[in-house]
Each structure stands twice: as C-alpha cells, then as structure tokens.
C-alpha cells in the first residue's frame, strides 16, 4: 500500500500543479489567489476544476481496471451545486442524494435522473414522491416504516420501484465517532445481527410494488483504513449468500458506500485511491463466485474524496492578537460560519500566507475565526510566514463539508466560491448580501 511514512510539503496538499510564483503568490489552476481574493473579496471558496474533474475519472480507472462493472456515484452530501452537478454528468458519475433539496439541484441541470440514488434515515412523504414522480434509479430504503410507505406510493402510481436495502453490518471503521454510521447502534439501516436485516429482505422480495435489486452499507466517513471495508463486504456478502438460500434473494447490486479518507496535513497517512481499489475488489472478486449466475454490479460513493483536495479557502487578516509567552492569534475574515469542522470534529488543516508563499514559516500562530465563540479556531498551533494585517491566508483542502455545511450564524453572508481552471475563474457561487439575511423575513 503506498502510505507515506514521512511528512509531504504543505503546497502538495493544494490542488496538484498549484504553483508560487515569482511576486510569492500562491497560483492554482492558473490563477494568482491574491488577484482572486481581491476580484472577489474574501472568505472566497476556491475550486479547482480540473483536480475535481481527475478524482472523477481515478475512482472510474482504478475500481473499473479490476472491476469493470463499477458505477461511481459522487455523495452530494460533501458539496453540491449546479456547476458541479454539470461536472459530475459531464464525467458520468452517477449521485447520491439525501434530500429533496440534492434532488432538485441534480434534476435543475438535467442529470440522469436513473443514475440517482436516494438516501436517508428519515425521507418524508413529499421527499419519497418527488424521487418516485421524477423517476429516481435507485431508493436505498433504511428502515420498516419508509419500506411500507415507499411501496404504498409506487402502487398509487402503479410502478415498481427499483431499491437497495441499506444493512448496518456492525462494524467500526475507527474514525471520529460523529461519522461513524456502520455500528450497531446507528441510526442508520437494517442491523445484520439483530436479524431486522434480514426480515427486511424478508418483506421487500414480497412487496407488491417493490424491486429488490441490492444491498448497500455505508461505515462511516475518513476511513482511512481499508480493513473495515474487507470486513464488512465478507459480512454483507455472507448475508447476501444466505438470502438467497432462503429466499431466492439475487444480489444484482452491491453498494460499499463511500467514506475514502483524504490528507488533510502534512503528516496525515491515508490510502491513496488505488490501495481501496484494489483491496475492495480483490475481495469482492474472491467471495462473490458463490453468488452467481452473474456478478453484482458494484457502486461507490465517494463525496470526500473527490471534492476536498479541489477546495481552498482564502480569507483576509486583520487584527492580529499576542499574548506575549502564551499565544498568537491571527484573526481571519470568516470561522466557523463557512467551516464549521474544526470546532465540530476537531479538524486540522494547514495553511499558508498566500501573499508569501516564497518567505520561510518562522511564527507559530493559531488562525482565530471572526464569530464570538472561543471555539472559532480554523487552525491551531500552524507556521506562517511573518503575518501582517491584509495578508491573505489560503487554507487547504476546504472542498468537502464546509461550504455545506456553513450557516449564517452571527449573521454572515455566505462566501462567494469561483471555479478556477487554466487561468480563468467563473463564479459559481455568489457571495451572500445583508439583503440576502433578511430576504426570507416578514414584520
Ligand atoms: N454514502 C453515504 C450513505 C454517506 O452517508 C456518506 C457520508 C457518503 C456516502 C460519503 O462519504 P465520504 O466519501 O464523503 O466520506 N460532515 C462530516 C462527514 C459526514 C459524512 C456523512 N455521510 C465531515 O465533515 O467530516
């Protein structure tokens, strides 16, 4: 597997072919940030199309090379919009989406809708009908309750709706405890070894109106070992085989989930794409002789690992505040608002001044948010170069899960985010206004 077992440069964290160039600013896609950052403002989202565009077509080589019937399908959960959805057509992936709201964004760009999977613990009535009206591929069903009211729905409209059944297989991908959903105790799917697993195979095969075409399972998020992944495709495809003993169950579909962990620092270790490819599909290869006639398609869902490395974040300093013996805290234009995972996980990141990126990184500093909560830290304890007011720092690997999940806590507008590619930028996203805060208000 090729772990690196020492520390990487804090720049081949940024999107691949990030440069610095001869003023000392930091160059992605071709774009000078500091021009970006003040065409713009700042907080400002960068994404870097072509490194989205590259994951893309990686998870597609290196699962399709050892497992040719592989359908990508990018979890929209990590960042969606109309541009990327665009994208992600153009690259063919299929998505999976967990609301009404990742529907319609997917459904606004004409994505095919039959390479849409439908997930969540708790879709509602209108959620379920609009999927079933606008002809989703795929309902991955998670529990008793949305398996009888999604079959009562397609036998109103007289169809047979296609489904996966999403298993909890029990097993603990030993990441942070808030994105780990394969337990036991988990919200999320039909546990295996409660049995619930399998009455829910049990029910869809003799649901009227129900196609039961496959199982899926889903462990967790920044797995950044390949066991578990092993571990529960022996689980679920042991379960599989049983089903099919008992109830002439046909696994036509085997849905792995997503979770690939990406770097995030310069020491972090994770399995590069291909070490999760070959793994899975070696071992899916090895057990699933006993479910033939055909093999099952297999289905990925990567979110992460597809737009995080893509995403920069650039933000502007100002007050800068020492405690002298104690702290430096260089306060930034945006925090927890647009990236909540610092303070939500623990997450770390690295960062730079993007205005000198060529100057050694002598101060040891802790990057401060600008909203009143202490824990409005971006990044602790990260060498700078020599900070000043105006500079901007560029913070790497923002693509995933912060844009999503930003707010307007303290009441601020949402960053702009621009796609860079080949020396040109194009807003994708506008920067919220105040008159945006209060557009949805009424005295
Ligand atoms: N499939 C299912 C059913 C999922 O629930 C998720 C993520 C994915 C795929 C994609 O997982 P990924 O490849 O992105 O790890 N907010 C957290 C991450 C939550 C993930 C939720 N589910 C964070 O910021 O780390």
Same mark, same amino acid.
């Not at 994951?55 to 969606?80: H, M, N, Q």
């Not at 002789?289 to 297999?298: A, D, I, W």
């Not at 909560?373 to 971006?378: F, I, K, P, R, V």
């Given at each position: 597997?090729?772990?690196?077992?020492?520390?990487?440069?804090?720049?081949?964290?940024?999107?691949?072919?990030?440069?610095?160039?001869?003023?000392?600013?930091?160059?992605?896609?071709?774009?000078?940030?500091?021009?970006?950052?003040?065409?713009?403002?700042?907080?400002?989202?960068?994404?870097?199309?072509?490194?989205?565009?590259?994951?893309?077509?990686?998870?597609?080589?290196?699962?399709?090379?050892?497992?040719?019937?592989?359908?990508?399908?990018?979890?929209?959960?990590?960042?969606?919009?109309?541009?990327?959805?665009?994208?992600?057509?153009?690259?063919?992936?299929?998505?999976?989406?967990?609301?009404?709201?990742?529907?319609?964004?997917?459904?606004?760009?004409?994505?095919?809708?039959?390479?849409?999977?439908?997930?969540?613990?708790?879709?509602?009535?209108?959620?379920?009908?609009?999927?079933?009206?606008?002809?989703?591929?795929?309902?991955?069903?998670?529990?008793?309750?949305?398996?009888?009211?999604?079959?009562?729905?397609?036998?109103?409209?007289?169809?047979?709706?296609?489904?996966?059944?999403?298993?909890?297989?029990?097993?603990?991908?030993?990441?942070?405890?808030?994105?780990?959903?394969?337990?036991?105790?988990?919200?999320?799917?039909?546990?295996?070894?409660?049995?619930?697993?399998?009455?829910?195979?049990?029910?869809?095969?003799?649901?009227?109106?129900?196609?039961?075409?496959?199982?899926?399972?889903?462990?967790?998020?920044?797995?950044?070992?390949?066991?578990?992944?092993?571990?529960?495709?022996?689980?679920?495809?042991?379960?599989?085989?049983?089903?099919?003993?008992?109830?002439?169950?046909?696994?036509?579909?085997?849905?792995?989930?997503?979770?690939?962990?990406?770097?995030?620092?310069?020491?972090?270790?994770?399995?590069?794409?291909?070490?999760? &490819?070959? /793994? =899975?599909?070696?071992?899916?290869?090895?057990?699933? *002789?006993?479910?033939?006639?055909?093999? #099952? %398609?297999?289905? $990925?869902?990567?979110?992460?690992?597809?737009?995080?490395?893509?995403?920069?974040?650039?933000?502007?300093?100002?007050?800068?505040?020492?405690?002298?013996?104690?702290?430096?805290?260089?306060?930034?234009?945006?925090?927890?608002?647009?990236?909540?995972?610092?303070?939500?996980?623990?997450?770390?990141?690295?960062?730079?001044?993007?205005?000198?990126?060529?100057?050694?990184?002598?101060?040891?500093?802790?990057?401060?948010?600008?909203?009143?909560?202490?824990?409005?830290?971006?990044?602790?304890?990260?060498?700078?170069?020599?900070?000043?007011?105006?500079?901007?720092? &560029?913070? /790497? =690997?923002?693509?995933?899960?912060?844009?999503?999940? *930003?707010?307007?806590?303290?009441?601020? #507008? %949402?960053?702009? $985010?621009?796609?860079?590619?080949?020396?040109?930028?194009?807003?994708?996203?506008?920067?919220?206004?105040?008159?945006?805060?209060?557009?949805?208000?009424?005295?």
């Amino acid at each position: 597997m090729s772990m690196s077992t020492k520390t990487v440069p804090k720049l081949a964290l940024f999107p691949p072919m990030t440069k610095v160039n001869k003023e000392g600013h930091l160059v992605i896609g071709g774009c000078d940030v500091v021009d970006l950052a003040e065409e713009f403002g700042t907080p400002l989202y960068i994404l870097n199309e072509s490194t989205l565009r590259h994951k893309c077509r990686e998870f597609k080589d290196e699962f399709g090379k050892y497992y040719p019937d592989t359908l990508v399908i990018y979890a929209s959960k990590a960042f969606l919009n109309q541009a990327l959805a665009l994208i992600f057509k153009e690259e063919g992936l299929g998505l999976d989406v967990v609301s009404g709201g990742e529907l319609s964004i997917a459904h606004s760009v004409d994505f095919p809708l039959d390479k849409v999977y439908c997930h969540g613990n708790n879709k509602t009535p209108e959620e379920l009908k609009l999927a079933l009206d606008w002809g989703v591929g795929r309902i991955v069903v998670d529990n008793f309750y949305e398996l009888e009211m999604l079959n009562k729905l397609a036998k109103k409209r007289g169809i047979s709706q296609n489904i996966l059944l999403r298993l909890t297989p029990g097993i603990d991908p030993h990441t942070h405890q808030y994105t780990t959903t394969g337990t036991i105790e988990s919200k999320f799917g039909f546990p295996l070894a409660t049995g619930q697993a399998e009455e829910a195979v049990n029910q869809a095969s003799s649901a009227s109106n129900l196609n039961l075409l496959g199982l899926h399972f889903h462990l967790g998020s920044q797995i950044s070992e390949i066991q578990p992944f092993e571990l529960a495709i022996e689980l679920v495809l042991g379960f599989a085989r049983q089903m099919s003993q008992k109830f002439g169950f046909h696994l036509g579909e085997f849905d792995i989930g997503g979770g690939f962990a990406v770097p995030y620092t310069v020491d972090s270790r994770v399995p590069a794409i291909a070490d999760y &490819a070959k /793994a =899975v599909t070696s071992k899916l290869a090895g057990l699933i *002789s006993g479910l033939e006639p055909s093999r #099952p %398609r297999l289905i $990925i869902e990567p979110g992460r690992a597809i737009v995080a490395q893509a995403g920069v974040a650039l933000y502007k300093v100002g007050a800068i505040k020492e405690i002298p013996g104690i702290k430096k805290y260089v306060c930034v234009d945006g925090g927890i608002s647009d990236n909540i995972r610092p303070a939500l996980y623990g997450a770390r990141y690295e960062a730079l001044v993007a205005n000198k990126a060529l100057e050694p990184e002598r101060d040891t500093v802790t990057i401060a948010g600008k909203l009143c909560e202490s824990g409005d830290t971006l990044v602790k304890d990260v060498n700078l170069a020599a900070v000043r007011p105006a500079d901007i720092i &560029a913070v /790497a =690997v923002c693509g995933a899960y912060s844009i999503p999940m *930003s707010s307007n806590y303290n009441a601020m #507008p %949402r960053p702009a $985010i621009v796609m860079v590619k080949e020396g040109r930028a194009r807003l994708i996203r506008r920067r919220e206004t105040y008159q945006d805060l209060m557009s949805l208000d009424s005295i």
